[in-house]
């Protein structure tokens, strides 16, 4: 397809290259029937199609998809510094024969080029996101196309065009009208079996393709093409019909789609069928029959006919009807039998008679009149009933228990003039008899009725009413009812079979009113008396009315006096009158308040651990009369009051105490004013069931002591209990305290300037009262929902349970130097202190709201357990949360936030604590605790975090104590990793336990914060960032993923801060260079590394097994073979030489090792260790491998 390339600039002959440019190749592009893109060669030279000259294609009028210009490709080169802007492709379409019109121009955009050796570019200019539609508004015809391109250039007069050979470029293509199906002519009816005329099509466009019949008139089933390809369809061709079929022709204009020509109809007439006409029936004289039906015919009702004569010989009259149903209305009354049937013509068929319908009339019924009516006893016979004067036939009697006989209708199968009295059997109650009297097909007629009244006998019925009143009341009302008869009187009697004490009351009603009555001393009966007619009387049920003596509450006995509440004793009852439905108790002798009702109906009452002095009485109460009470007893509790008679303040000195003995925590202890005051000291823990201080009176509970109270704790104005640092108040149930304490409490070593964040012990202390040399703009509270500290006044009041950011006094010490230590300040809190359940409210985690961070505190004065305060918060706290604790010295570098969980405490920083506790997490993680007057932060999801008694623990000043409530210690094995440069320091921790998985453990991993500080290091766990990680039992193949963050780019270091469990046994930690392929051993030593700023996550990895060159290939584990036998364990490495062996309990304890073995198979002997699960670390010049063994 060579095409002609028009060249305009010549190469000059000396090699310098002439400014030039023109076309190398050109293409149009179509879209063709929606078939995609089609290039066309203009001045091209492809395997594409030659557009000049083409014959695209023919078209259907108004297509939208069957020719669409799509653009154009144009490859032009440029040399000696001629440049292109533009290029351009036209076309024009016309008629054949007609006077062509204007060029439509398309721009064609640069899309590509590359240097040629003319010192230009050979350039792509394309573009294929036209959609022209070149057929809209083209009638039918043959068309012409006519393309050609120009370029926009600098040179050659400023355009140049693609030709062929001086002239356009032109293809052709055909557009044909749209189909038309046109009308068919001929539609008509003929006989069943009969051959149809012929059918013509007129006004169509196109040509006949075929001709279609169908039996449906939307030719949607039984279709059948007809091979005809003219316009008339003759009858012959189509043959005899039997049932009405649709024509149609099928027409199809060149390249569109056929259409269908109108439907032409030819209705096929069954011959004619008379059917069967229903509704033969019987009926009354004088009454208009139902209607008739005809059904089953083929053809149209003429005409229905009726005759006197079954045949239709006689008496036929003619009835104006052509619709199927003959109504009753229509015939009217009848007085005499009458035949009925239809007139039926299919077409042109002859006319078909119907079956004959007979209508048979009666009679009328007559019912009749019944002779006999009477009055009878209930259970007699009645005499015989007589019917007389009726028409028809007795069809059977009837007896009824209404008068209309609208109910209890009883049909009696007798169909003679007469019902005998024997036939009626016994009556019971009145009955009403009729003759039911039909003649023919009448209806049935009811003879007059007859009555049999029944006299029912006497019924006494039943009295309600029964009671039991107290003596001398008078009873309520007694009520008769279910009698049968009237009332003729009431009785009483003082025997329940009234044999004996019967008296007569004149009352006829139903009702016996308690007034008339009057009051009752004694148990009496009652019943009405009741006569039905001429019957007997009859009795009544016996309403008791049961009269009780008064309650008498009698006496108890039993007196008792104690110090302590570890008491118990016996209360007897005695003297009483009536039935004991409880005990109470108050702690008023007169019970006029704080009454406790006691579930106890017995004569004894047994008490234990009364903590108060109390009071007791039973309640006795005889039948319905009021209850009476006892007299009280009471068991009085003595506090156990400080008088000092020792002559020191020595809390644990008897005979300090009124009781000579120690207040314990079953005694209630009470400290009046003197000489000498208890001071609580020595690291003593002392108990009292409730505490009471008088006015003028004074404890101290000394730093290292604890005060333990089962009770309420209650301060008289002017009494005193301070507690000092490090001293603790601790209380057991969840009762009010009452009165204000001291509670002193001192931050860890900070300097001016720096923060704590605090929680109040006691309730009504304020933020400033509480530190009031702290300017008045430097108090803080976290937003939750901005994740910011706002300031608030300093008049706010401490929120129960809640953390307040507040700076140290303004005139604390400032910051020398980092060798010049900072100096604790001491804080007051003055208030009621806080007992019992405590619930505060926080904003949970919600998407795009709140993160669900909000700073909570110790409500106490005391410090609490963090593994009960875990427990406690179950799903109100989030899975990755640790408590965070503000330990900040007023330095950016470092991060704000310690972390501590049930697994480890990772610190923030190298300085001294900049919290309100300064306690170091050091021991078993279940005996750690939060200090009194401790603010932290707590990662909710969650509304409320709840605080209460069970989580208060008796540890100061760092010490542990451990208690009953004390969690069995769990074995843990940790390692604490330092990440420091010169902008910054951070830890964290990764832990191992039974316990913990390697998902998210609520309670033991704690989130990272990032950008919290310069650096912050962290572990991964998915895709959280964890400061603190828990991971299952050790495993020596563990890969623990590590991650950091550095805002500076730098050289840093990794260490190991310290460790514990298997780590501090001998097992080896690797710190993994991901990038730098390096692996190094962390016990050796600190890894520095330098890196740019960012988070990184995916460049170490903490590993337990230094990987090993191919030259020192790893040990294989299969290979490796531990196992009991007997009381020793057998080890057999396989080829590999063994050097050493080691034994470690899962608390990471070593119990065994041996080195210098060098071969491949030991014993291990004599091992003294009970039956458990034990850890054998086997190494070898090519690796060292871990295996577990239950022994």
């Not at 024969?97 to 439509?104: C, H, I, L, S």
């Not at 319905?624 to 009471?634: D, F, H």
């Not at 009262?769 to 006044?793: H, I, K």
């Not at 009621?832 to 106490?860: E, I, L, M, R």
Request: glycine letters at 10%; hydrophobic letters at 35%.
């Amino acid at each position: 397809m060579k095409k002609i390339i028009l060249l305009l600039i010549l190469f000059a002959a000396n090699g310098i290259f002439a400014q030039s440019a023109g076309f190398n190749n050109t293409f149009i592009v179509f879209s063709i029937n929606g078939n995609g893109n089609l290039y066309y060669d203009l001045n091209g030279n492809t395997s594409n199609y030659d557009f000049n000259n083409a014959t695209i294609g023919t078209f259907c009028q108004g297509s939208t998809n069957g020719m669409v210009f799509k653009g154009a490709e144009h490859n032009i080169y440029k040399c000696g510094g001629c440049d292109l802007t533009s290029t351009r492709l036209y076309y024009r379409i016309y008629l054949n024969g007609t006077t062509p019109g204007n060029f439509v121009p398309n721009t064609i955009g640069y899309t590509s080029g590359f240097n040629n050796g003319c010192g230009g570019q050979d350039q792509m200019w394309s573009n294929v996101g036209y959609n022209t539609n070149l057929l809209a508004g083209l009638g039918a015809g043959n068309y012409t196309i006519e393309v050609y391109s120009d370029a926009s250039v600098t040179c050659s007069g400023g355009t140049v065009y693609a030709s062929n050979g001086g002239t356009n470029y032109k293809a052709y293509f055909t557009v044909t009208a749209p189909s038309v199906g046109g009308s068919v002519s001929g539609s008509q009816s003929v006989c069943s079996g009969s051959t149809p005329t012929d059918l013509t099509l007129s006004g169509h466009t196109g040509s006949i393709t075929k001709w279609q019949r169908s039996t449906s008139s939307d030719f949607t089933s039984g279709v059948t093409d007809i091979s005809n390809t003219t316009a008339t369809l003759t009858g012959t061709s189509v043959g005899a019909l039997t049932a009405t079929t649709y024509f149609r022709a099928v027409v199809t204009s060149g390249a569109c789609s056929s259409a269908n020509s109108a439907v032409a109809t030819v209705t096929v007439n069954a011959p004619s069928a008379g059917g069967s006409v229903s509704g033969s029936q019987t009926l009354c004289s004088g009454s208009t029959p139902t209607d008739l039906t005809l059904s089953g015919h083929t053809g149209s009702v003429t005409k229905w006919q009726r005759s006197t004569s079954s045949d239709f010989t006689s008496g036929v009259t003619d009835i104006s009807n052509a619709t199927t149903t003959l109504t009753g209305a229509s015939i009217g009354a009848l007085t005499a039998t009458t035949y009925f049937r239809a007139v039926v013509v299919s077409g042109a068929c002859s006319s078909a008679n119907s079956s004959v319908a007979t209508v048979t009339v009666n009679a009328p019924s007559a019912g009749g009149s019944v002779s006999g009516s009477q009055t009878i006893c209930s259970g007699s016979t009645p005499s015989d009933l007589t019917l007389i004067g009726h028409t028809g036939s007795i069809t059977k009697w009837q007896r009824s228990t209404s008068s209309d006989f609208t109910s209890g209708v009883t049909d009696i199968s007798n169909t003679t003039t007469t019902l005998t009295g024997t036939f009626v059997g016994a009556l019971t109650a009145t009955t009403y008899f009729r003759a039911v009297v039909t003649s023919g097909a009448c209806s049935s007629a009811n003879s007059s009725v007859a009555t049999v009244t029944v006299n029912a006998p006497s019924a006494g019925g039943s009295v309600s009413g029964s009671q039991t009143i107290c003596s001398g009341s008078t009873p309520s009302d007694l009520i008769l009812s279910g009698h049968t008869g009237s009332v003729t009187k009431w009785q009483r009697s003082t025997s329940s079979d009234f044999t004996s004490g019967i008296a007569d009351i004149s009352n006829t009603t139903t009702t016996l009113t308690g007034a008339s009555i009057g009051t009752l001393t004694a148990t009496t009966y009652f019943r009405a008396v009741v006569t039905s007619g001429a019957c007997s009387s009859a009795n009544s049920s016996v309403a008791t009315v049961t009269v009780n003596a008064p309650s008498v509450g009698g006496v108890v006995s039993g007196s008792y006096e104690f110090c302590t509440t570890d008491n118990s004793g016996t209360l007897t009852l005695s003297g009483h009158t009536g039935s004991i439905i409880k005990w109470q108790s108050s702690t008023v002798s007169d019970f006029s308040a704080a009454v406790s009702d006691i579930s106890n109906t017995g004569t004894t009452l047994n008490f234990t651990d009364v903590a108060q002095t109390t009071y007791y009485r039973a309640i006795v109460k005889s039948g319905n009369c009021a209850e009476a009470a006892s007299a009280s007893v009471g068991v009085i509790i003595n506090n156990n009051m400080w008088n000092g008679a020792a002559g020191n303040s020595d809390w644990n000195d008897a005979g300090n105490w009124s009781c000579g003995e120690v207040p314990t925590q079953f005694e209630n202890a009470v400290i009046a004013a003197g000489s000498y005051q208890p001071d609580i000291t020595g690291n003593n823990a002392v108990s009292a069931a409730s505490l009471t201080i008088l006015n003028g009176a004074g404890v101290v509970v000394r730093s290292g002591s604890n005060l333990i109270v089962t009770n309420e704790v209650v301060v008289e104005e002017g009494g005193s209990l301070t507690i000092e640092n490090n001293g603790n108040l601790i209380q057991v149930n969840d009762v009010d305290n009452t009165g204000a304490v001291t509670v002193q409490k001192n931050s860890a070593p900070i300097y001016r300037l720096d923060y704590a964040m605090w929680s109040s012990p006691v309730a009504g202390e304020t933020l400033i009262g509480f530190s009031p040399e702290t300017l008045s703009n430097r108090f803080y509270q976290y937003n939750p929902l901005s994740d910011q500290y706002a300031t608030v006044p300093g008049s706010t009041t401490f929120a129960e349970g809640a953390g307040y950011l507040i700076r140290v006094a303004n005139t604390h010490p400032s910051f020398v130097n980092n060798e010049t230590p900072g100096t604790s300040w001491r804080g007051t809190f003055v208030g009621t202190p806080n007992n019992g359940d405590v619930n505060v409210a926080v904003t949970p985690q919600q998407s795009g709201v709140s993160q669900g961070y909000n700073a909570v505190g110790n409500p106490y004065p005391s410090p609490i357990n963090i593994y009960a305060f875990y427990a406690a918060n179950t799903g109100t706290i989030a899975d990755a949360s640790a408590l965070y604790f503000w330990r900040k010295k007023n330095d950016a570098a470092t991060s704000y936030y310690a972390r501590v969980t049930k697994l480890a405490y990772t610190a923030n920083t190298g300085n001294a604590w900049g919290d309100a506790g300064g306690t170091a997490f050091n021991g078993a993680p279940n005996t750690w605790v939060i200090n009194p007057g401790q603010g932290f932060i707590v990662q909710a999801i969650g509304s409320t975090v709840h605080f209460n008694n069970a989580m208060r623990v008796p540890v100061n000043n760092g010490q542990i104590f451990r208690t009953a409530q004390d969690e069995s210690e769990i074995a843990i094995s940790r390692l604490w990793l330092n990440l420091s440069g010169q902008d910054g320091f951070s830890q964290a921790a990764i832990g191992y336990t039974d316990m913990t998985t390697l998902g998210l453990d609520y309670g033991w991993d704690g989130k990272a914060f990032i950008n919290d500080g310069d650096v912050t290091l962290f572990s991964l766990a998915g895709e959280e960032t964890l400061g603190i990680q828990a991971r299952p039992s050790f495993e020596a193949s563990d890969v623990v993923p590590m991650g950091y963050q550095a805002t500076q780019p730098g050289t840093y270091t990794i260490a190991l801060d310290h460790m514990d469990g298997v780590f501090e046994a001998g097992q080896d930690i690797y710190l993994q260079d991901n990038l730098l392929n390096i692996t190094h051993d962390l016990k050796q030593g600190a890894y520095e590394f330098t890196t740019e700023a960012g988070v990184v996550t995916n460049r170490f990895n903490v590993i337990y097994a230094e990987p090993l060159s191919t030259e020192n290939p790893t040990l294989d584990a299969n290979s490796v073979i531990v196992y009991k036998d007997g009381s020793s364990i057998s080890i057999n490495s396989g080829t590999a030489d063994m050097t050493g062996v080691s034994v470690y309990d899962t608390r990471g304890r070593l119990l065994y090792s041996a080195k210098d073995i060098n071969a491949t198979e030991t014993v291990i002997n004599g091992l003294q260790v009970q039956q458990q699960v034990l850890i054998v670390e086997v190494t070898s010049p090519k690796g060292k491998i871990t295996k577990k063994l239950i022994y």
